[in-house]
């Protein structure tokens, strides 16, 4: 806990002392107090001079985190022009009093028009709420009950964030919600009175009613009550008015001062009862929309609240209550209002929301921010409010507030284009028309966002959304929607890219122990078993493996994804697919999307009689249907294709109706429940798919399904060259047979004979060696492990609109055995497309340093890996550091800007060429930032850099992680590329893998294809990065090759019976160009022209051979006789044999034999105390004309060099150590392998 004093010399403040001397101003303990009575982890503690009065307007000079701010204040009054208090005295008659004049402002800090001020001038001091113009929120709150010395006007400052959550909740949860004596639920309001730009405000009138409890806990004074409840209304009329466009205003404050009030109950359901008696009873004359008890008391358990759900005008249940006072923290105070209030408003909790704030069950208990609404309440209250009538209308709000954008969903495929009005749901608390201040151009995954000027309603403005052709899944991009008055808000779009006809979930139940059903699909969508079974106690053998038994009561499993992260919402097409043995029917479902809401459900569930089932829809058309299913295992498949609902049970059609759905957004997908009732009975291979599967697809998933999800996607562009190929297998499958190539047709027609087939195996990833900008071609069939379940027969009870597909059924069950899969594409990218990223763990510290200096760094990680773009994870671990390095190679030629961020030190440096030693540090992070926040610190941004276009270098990060939060990425800007993290299409790693066989081998040595050439074959080298061969010609005076792709190489224009030897080298196409050992040299000859037999020499055999084919010879004109046309035009004639004569006396000099072993060691072989300074050395052998020398401490030595002398100086070597040598010969016919020989050195000599 920090507690900040400074001294202000100021005529506004008062004068403090210095933090040095902090114990002169409060004592630890008092400092702790604090802390625990406001329930916050940092503060400041601050002496304001304020007025005496209560003035039409102040300022206030205030000094936090070593910034100087002032406030304006102005009177701000949240009375009705009738509005009248009440107090109840002693004999519990109630009379009207003269209202004390108000104390509520509102407000700006100076200078910043995009902030505001809720504010109250207390008794006791100045009670504010500020929100800065980027929506971090200071509470400001007096300080009066603490003797802590110092100034009678000490305050207590404190951020939002350093709220502690307590384990206070809502009691709202245990009510009988009224809906029905009011109409319409939330979700089934009209919304034909949506309000419009002109007259945007809607006016809610509120009364409140004080227990005694609550009168005594404000000094028993009514103007003191009657301030602390406005003070807290003004707090949470800023954020009504803000976020759902509603303000308040104060009709009536009734007071109770004496024990006579009719409120006696601790329980805040009945408590909230015996306010409703009253009021329903006692107080139909005041003028209210809803009323509201503050009370005093300490209610039972840790209940502090409680309100009736969707009652704003309805007079009868419009009630809530706050036991206020349960905590001095303002904020909190305030936000518990605010929560019961929203229940009025139609807002449930949001618990599970990820953005879930106000409405969170416990306060403060799930994100810890209580200073706003939740996009699911928000669009609660807006509904609800819409369809009151009670309500007035407003030219907007009484001081300037900014726009509030709130966040816009979309689902799209990955080939389509989104056009998004994404001011239609965004609107402005003082009525202001909205426009499109700014956008972010490129999206987080790499798409691309433009203006589309005039295209939407009334010609404002709509954004534009094309995404990456290269990836896929949530995505997301900001805008800022300005009001014309400097006010504006951002706000963000999150679109799901979802791939056309693709798994979206599966479950296959298979875990033997935890409470996680994994999500196969890879899409991550995990559940979490809920209730009182685990896979340890309810894992039962199913289908295809296991299964998980529900006990009907509570069992089921939250997946905590919603149809947007499915692609679902809307009328989308889907299928959900399950195996389930029903023990009972009780109403429980397999499964649900959405409970209760109008046309927004998607579930399937059982009735309470046997064997019927519903499909549940909830206010489109439900569709009842009978099939026989107790007690045994059934296949339904739920399909909706967008205009008709069919369920196939056991691959039969029993359900075939026209409907048309309205999947909400937010409806979250749970297996074995529906609304509060659970499924009985047993549930497996549990599948979601986001397109309607037509029958012959139901009965492959009946057998098993096939291998689906393919990674890289199907017609992917810019797939880095390493990629690996990977699928989600089918559920009963446990082998695969991969096809992999370069044509369409010659994989799709592919047999286990075929090139293209790759092998059978039980892996389901595949590891391709793949060249650049190259298409591939792929398919994976479906090994059955046990042949496939046989269709079962018509049950002897089906009813419903369906009619049974024989022929089809027929023709599916016919379809056993292996299941072939489909073709996928993918074009690999110019570049390797991906970054190399190295983790070192268990490094503490936060500066790079202490990732530099470590002993394991730079050549043992902990971890290597690939990623796709240059970001790492985000809270990824603690205690860590990271390297992140590869190359990057620019589009175009121009100057180019570089970023870093991250959490904690980093720095970013680039090459100016391949060689990371000319790496300059261009960018670092002194400390931390939050995600991709690019602007905290100056040196975040590099220089100017002019890059060219198509070379290459060397960049890399390097980042240090701490504890806490953790954070790494680079983003950059050049010409035709807006500011992003840098994505894989200009990205290569860093490659240190070499290609294989290391050595390199022969396939084919080099052998004579003529007088002239000579022609070998290596072996193919395999790397992940491609490879290409260096044949070099080591003996006689021939051609090298060069780097090339082939491993065939042909050398020509080569001397007649010639002896030449060659090596192959190969290398890896990265950066790096890792580069194999040689090969063996290998020697061959070019033949002597007219040798025909051959043996060296041209002789009378020879001349006897080539007359054959001389014109009138037994063989002329032979198709074979190209080998006796000797001077290459076309036939064999005279010319051919003045060749042959010419060669008749050459003979030619046979090459020498390999070279004898090396002999004669000295030292002797074994030989012990050898001097360490003396030289080695050894006989030749027989023909070697230069000699390979090994030496080392461990067998069989290091290569030393080569050498033609027969003596080597090791150096001084070390006392009492063994050493290994070995010699080997070399000459032009090769090598030969010498014995390794060993000695050991003497001891260390005695001194003189």
């Given at each position: 806990m920090r507690i900040l004093a400074i001294t202000i010399t100021l005529s506004l403040f008062a004068s403090f002392p210095l933090f040095a001397e902090e114990s002169e101003i409060v004592s630890a303990e008092a400092a702790e107090l604090i802390g625990q009575e406001l329930q916050i982890k940092d503060f400041s503690l601050r002496a304001l001079t304020l007025p005496g009065s209560l003035p039409d307007h102040f300022v206030v000079l205030i000094e936090y985190e070593g910034v100087l701010q002032i406030l304006r204040l102005q009177r701000y009054s949240l009375r009705a022009p009738d509005y009248r208090v009440r107090i109840q005295q002693a004999d519990g008659k109630i009379m009207g009093i003269a209202p004390p004049v108000p104390r509520t402002y509102r407000g700006f800090i100076e200078g910043k028009p995009d902030s505001e001020v809720a504010a109250s001038l207390l008794p006791a001091g100045l009670t504010a709420s500020i929100v800065r113009g980027d929506k971090s929120i200071w509470h400001i709150q007096?300080?009066?009950?603490?003797?802590?010395?110092?100034?009678?006007?000490?305050?207590?400052?404190?951020?939002?964030?350093?709220?502690?959550?307590?384990?206070?909740?809502?009691?709202?949860?245990?009510?009988?919600?009224?809906?029905?004596?009011?109409?319409?639920?939330?979700?089934?309001?009209?919304?034909?009175?949506?309000?419009?730009?002109?007259?945007?405000?809607?006016?809610?009138?509120?009364?409140?009613?004080?227990?005694?409890?609550?009168?005594?806990?404000?000094?028993?004074?009514?103007?003191?009550?009657?301030?602390?409840?406005?003070?807290?209304?003004?707090?949470?009329?800023?954020?009504?008015?803000?976020?759902?466009?509603?303000?308040?205003?104060?009709?009536d404050?009734?007071?109770?001062?004496?024990?006579?009030?009719?409120?006696?109950?601790?329980?805040?359901?009945?408590?909230?009862?015996?306010?409703?008696?009253?009021?329903?009873?006692?107080?139909?004359?005041?003028?209210?929309?809803?009323?509201?008890?503050m009370t005093g008391k300490n209610l039972d358990g840790n209940i502090i609240g409680v309100a009736w759900l969707s009652v704003i005008c309805g007079s009868s249940y419009g009630y809530g209550l706050s036991e206020s006072r349960y905590t001095s923290n303002f904020s909190n105070r305030?936000?518990?209002?605010?929560?019961?209030?929203?229940?009025?408003?139609?807002?449930?909790?949001?618990?599970?929301?990820?953005?879930?704030?106000?409405?969170?069950?416990?306060?403060?208990?799930?994100?810890?921010?209580?200073?706003?609404?939740?996009?699911?309440?928000?669009?609660?209250?807006?509904?609800?409010?819409?369809?009151?009538?009670?309500l007035t209308s407003g030219p907007g709000y009484g001081s300037p507030v900014p726009p509030k954008a709130n966040l816009d969903?979309?689902?799209?495929?990955?080939?389509?284009?989104?056009?998004?009005?994404?001011?239609?749901?965004?609107?402005?608390?003082?009525?202001?028309?909205?426009?499109?201040?700014?956008?972010?151009?490129?999206?987080?995954?790499?798409?691309?966002?433009?203006?589309?000027i005039g295209t939407g309603p009334g010609g404002r403005d709509e954004l534009s959304y094309t995404p990456p052709s290269y990836d896929f899944g949530e995505d997301s991009f900001t805008y800022t929607a300005g009001d014309g008055t400097g006010l504006q808000a951002t706000g963000t779009v999150k679109v799901n890219v979802k791939l056309p006809n693709t798994l979206q979930g599966y479950w296959r139940l298979?875990?033997?122990?935890?409470?996680?059903?994994?999500?196969?699909?890879?899409?991550?969508?995990?559940?979490?078993?809920?209730?009182?079974?685990?896979?340890?106690?309810?894992?039962?053998?199913?289908?295809?493996?296991?299964?998980?038994?529900?006990?009907?009561?509570?069992?089921?499993?939250?997946?905590?994804?919603?149809?947007?992260?499915?692609?679902?919402?809307?009328?989308?097409?889907?299928?959900?697919?399950?195996?389930?043995?029903?023990?009972?029917?009780?109403?429980?479902?397999?499964?649900?999307?959405?409970?209760?809401?109008?046309?927004?459900?998607?579930?399937?569930?059982?009735?309470?009689?046997?064997?019927?089932?519903?499909?549940?829809?909830?206010?489109?058309?439900?569709?009842?249907?009978?099939?026989?299913?107790?007690?045994?295992?059934?296949?339904?498949?739920?399909?909706?294709?967008?205009?008709?609902?069919?369920?196939?049970?056991?691959?039969?059609?029993?359900?075939?109706?026209?409907?048309?759905?309205?999947?909400?957004?937010?409806?979250?997908?749970?297996?074995?429940?529906?609304?509060?009732?659970?499924?009985?009975?047993?549930?497996?291979?549990?599948?979601?798919?986001?397109?309607?599967?037509?029958l012959s697809e139901i009965y492959e998933v009946i057998a098993g399904g096939w291998a689906d999800n393919p990674h890289p996607f199907d017609s992917e562009d810019n797939v880095p060259q390493r990629a690996l190929l990977n699928w989600v297998p089918g559920a009963a499958l446990v082998d695969h047979d991969v096809y992999f190539g370069t044509s369409r047709d010659a994989v799709a027609n592919a047999t286990t004979a075929s090139a293209q087939y790759k092998g059978r195996q039980d892996e389901t990833f595949y590891v391709p060696y793949m060249d650049r900008d190259t298409v591939y071609f792929w398919r994976i069939d479906e090994v059955p492990n046990v042949p496939p379940p046989p269709?079962?027969?018509?049950?002897?009870?089906?009813?419903?609109?369906?009619?049974?597909?024989?022929?089809?059924?027929?023709?599916?069950?016919?379809?056993?055995?292996?299941?072939?899969?489909?073709?996928?594409?993918?074009?690999?990218?110019?570049?390797?497309?991906?970054?190399?990223?190295?983790?070192?763990?268990?490094?503490?510290?936060?500066?790079?340093?202490?990732?530099?200096?470590?002993?394991?760094?730079?050549?043992?990680?902990?971890?290597?890996?690939?990623?796709?773009?240059?970001?790492?994870?985000?809270?990824?671990?603690?205690?860590?550091?990271?390297?992140?390095?590869?190359?990057?190679?620019?589009?175009v030629t121009g100057i180019y800007i570089f970023w870093i961020a991250s959490d904690d030190y980093s720095e970013l440096w680039l090459s100016s060429d391949t060689n990371p030693a000319n790496a300059i540090r261009r960018a670092y992070v002194p400390g931390w930032t939050d995600p991709r926040q690019w602007y905290d610190f100056p040196a975040q941004q590099s220089s100017a850099i002019l890059l060219t276009a198509d070379q290459t270098y060397y960049i890399k990060a390097l980042h240090k992680e701490g504890s806490g939060d953790d954070n790494i990425a680079v983003a950059w800007q050049g010409p035709g590329i807006p500011q992003q993290v840098i994505s894989r299409l200009y990205l290569s790693p860093y490659d240190t893998d070499f290609p294989t066989p290391d050595p390199m081998s022969w396939v084919t040595p080099p052998y004579s294809t003529s007088s002239t050439s000579i022609s070998m074959i290596a072996t193919p080298a395999l790397d992940r990065s491609g490879v290409e061969y260096y044949f070099t010609c080591t003996l006689g005076g021939g051609n090298d090759s060069g780097w090339q792709d082939s491993s065939t190489y042909v050398d020509t224009d080569l001397e007649p019976n010639t002896i030449y030897r060659y090596i192959v080298t190969a290398r890896d196409?990265?950066?790096?160009?890792?580069?194999?050992?040689?090969?063996?040299?290998?020697?061959?000859?070019?033949?002597?022209?007219?040798?025909?037999?051959?043996?060296?020499?041209?002789?009378?055999?020879?001349?006897?051979?080539?007359?054959?084919?001389?014109?009138?010879?037994?063989?002329?004109?032979?198709?074979?006789?190209?080998?006796?046309?000797?001077?290459?035009?076309?036939?064999?004639?005279?010319?051919?044999?003045?060749?042959?004569?010419?060669?008749?006396?050459?003979?030619?000099?046979?090459?020498?034999?390999?070279?004898?072993?090396?002999?004669?060691?000295?030292?002797?072989?074994?030989?012990?105390?050898?001097?360490?300074?003396?030289?080695?050395?050894?006989?030749?052998?027989?023909?070697?004309?230069?000699?390979?020398?090994?030496?080392?401490?461990?067998?069989?030595?290091?290569?030393?060099?080569?050498?033609?002398?027969?003596?080597?100086?090791?150096?001084?070597?070390?006392?009492?150590?063994?050493?290994?040598?070995?010699?080997?010969?070399?000459?032009?016919?090769?090598?030969?392998?010498?014995?390794?020989?060993?000695?050991?050195?003497?001891?260390?000599?005695?001194?003189p």
């Open positions: 007096p300080l009066p009950e603490w003797n802590i010395g110092g100034s009678d006007q000490m305050h207590v400052i404190y951020r939002q964030e350093d709220v502690i959550a307590g384990d206070w909740m809502c009691g709202s949860d245990t009510l009988v919600h009224p809906n029905d004596l009011y109409g319409l639920a939330a979700d089934e309001m009209s919304t034909d009175n949506i309000v419009t730009q002109a007259n945007c405000i809607k006016v809610c009138e509120i009364a409140f009613d004080a227990d005694v409890e609550f009168y005594q806990k404000n000094s028993s004074s009514v103007p003191d009550t009657i301030a602390d409840i406005e003070s807290i209304v003004n707090a949470m009329d800023l954020i009504y008015a803000e976020e759902t466009l509603i303000t308040y205003t104060i009709t404050t009734l007071v109770r001062t004496a024990e006579a009030d009719p409120y006696s109950a601790t329980g805040s359901g009945d408590l909230l009862d015996e306010f409703r008696s009253e009021w329903n009873s006692n107080q139909t004359n005041i003028q209210r929309d809803i009323a509201h008890l305030v936000a518990l209002t605010a929560h019961e209030v929203g229940h009025n408003w139609s807002a449930g909790h949001c618990n599970g929301d990820s953005d879930c704030s106000i409405m969170c069950s416990g306060l403060g208990g799930c994100s810890g921010n209580v200073s706003g609404f939740g996009s699911r309440a928000i669009s609660k209250i807006i509904s609800h409010r819409d369809s009151r009538t009670c969903n979309a689902v799209i495929g990955n080939n389509e284009v989104l056009v998004i009005d994404v001011l239609a749901n965004d609107y402005d608390g003082n009525c202001d028309i909205l426009v499109i201040n700014g956008f972010q151009t490129v999206s987080n995954i790499g798409g691309t966002v433009v203006r589309s298979d875990e033997v122990s935890g409470t996680t059903a994994s999500d196969s699909s890879g899409n991550g969508f995990d559940g979490t078993l809920e209730g009182t079974f685990t896979f340890d106690t309810a894992s039962v053998l199913g289908q295809f493996g296991g299964a998980l038994n529900f006990n009907g009561i509570d069992d089921h499993i939250e997946t905590g994804k919603t149809a947007f992260n499915f692609g679902l919402i809307g009328n989308a097409a889907r299928t959900v697919t399950a195996w389930v043995y029903t023990l009972s029917f009780n109403d429980g479902g397999i499964y649900e999307m959405g409970r209760r809401s109008n046309g927004q459900e998607f579930s399937l569930r059982t009735k309470t009689v046997d064997n019927q089932w519903r499909v549940q829809y909830w206010g489109t058309g439900d569709i009842d249907f009978t099939y026989t299913s107790k007690d045994r295992w059934v296949h339904f498949a739920h399909v909706h294709d967008g205009t008709t609902t069919k369920i196939y049970a056991d691959g039969q059609l029993v359900v075939n109706q026209a409907r048309t759905l309205n999947t909400a957004e937010d409806k979250t997908f749970k297996i074995g429940m529906w609304d509060d009732d659970y499924f009985d009975g047993l549930i497996d291979d549990v599948r979601v798919y986001n397109y309607a599967l037509d269709p079962p027969p018509p049950p002897p009870l089906m009813s419903g609109e369906g009619v049974l597909e024989s022929e089809q059924v027929a023709e599916a069950a016919s379809a056993a055995g292996i299941i072939t899969g489909s073709v996928w594409s993918f074009t690999t990218g110019k570049n390797m497309g991906a970054i190399t990223r190295e983790v070192w763990t268990g490094i503490g510290g936060n500066l790079v340093s202490n990732l530099t200096s470590h002993p394991l760094y730079p050549d043992s990680p902990t971890i290597r890996e690939e990623i796709n773009r240059f970001e790492g994870p985000t809270n990824w671990s603690d205690n860590y550091g990271t390297r992140i390095h590869g190359f990057l190679t620019p589009p196409k990265s950066h790096n160009h890792n580069t194999t050992v040689p090969s063996q040299g290998s020697l061959a000859r070019t033949v002597l022209s007219g040798d025909f037999e051959p043996d060296g020499d041209v002789d009378f055999f020879d001349y006897a051979r080539f007359v054959l084919y001389l014109p009138g010879g037994s063989a002329a004109g032979a198709e074979s006789n190209s080998e006796f046309d000797l001077d290459d035009d076309n036939d064999v004639d005279l010319q051919d044999l003045a060749i042959l004569f010419s060669n008749w006396p050459d003979t030619v000099e046979q090459p020498p034999p390999v070279p004898g072993q090396a002999g004669n060691p000295n030292p002797p072989n074994g030989a012990p105390s050898v001097e360490i300074t003396s030289d080695l050395s050894w006989t030749a052998g027989a023909g070697a004309t230069s000699h390979d020398v090994y030496f080392g401490t461990s067998s069989p030595g290091t290569f030393r060099g080569n050498q033609s002398g027969t003596i080597f100086d090791p150096g001084t070597m070390a006392y009492l150590t063994t050493y290994y040598w070995r010699i080997d010969e070399i000459n032009s016919s090769g090598k030969r392998t010498g014995i390794v020989w060993s000695f050991r050195s003497g001891p260390i000599p005695p001194p």
